[in-house]
């Protein structure tokens, strides 16, 4: 099938910057949408960012100017470049992909999720 793998979390300072990156491989076809969620302890998981095919792209309310999402469809990864990041933006995040297979099905795809954590 599909396996998206995440790196690039970690533990940071308030107002430092993370890279993370999403690499996915296995029975793709095309990838349509891929994004970024997360997940803060006793909260909803809720969209990040996410960039369709063509590189347009949406951000939360609360991360625009200070996050940016790219792709490399070249490589079939997604990354989020998070800058003057804040002790609320602590969460798992998750990658996300909605992926078309060589069996030409479309379905979702998460990755395993990965820490970042801001200290203030």
């Known amino acids: 099938q599909v396996q998206l793998v995440e790196s690039g979390g970690g533990l940071v300072q308030a107002g430092g910057s993370l890279r993370l990156s999403c690499a996915a491989s296995?029975?793709?076809?095309?990838?349509?949408?891929m994004g970024w969620y997360r997940q803060a302890p006793g909260k909803q998981r809720e969209l990040v960012a996410r960039?369709?095919?063509?590189?347009?792209?949406n951000y939360a309310d609360s991360v625009k100017g200070r996050f940016t999402i790219s792709r490399d469809n070249a490589k079939n990864t997604v990354y989020l470049q998070m800058n003057s990041l804040k002790p609320e933006d602590t969460a798992v995040y998750y990658c996300?992909?909605?992926?078309?297979?060589?069996?030409?099905?479309?379905?979702?795809?998460w990755g395993q999720g990965t820490q970042v954590t801001v200290s203030s």
């Open positions: 296995g029975s793709i076809f095309r990838i349509n949408v």
């Open positions: 960039i369709s095919s063509g590189s347009s792209t």
């Open positions: 996300h992909a909605e992926v078309t297979t060589t069996r030409l099905s479309t379905q979702n795809y």
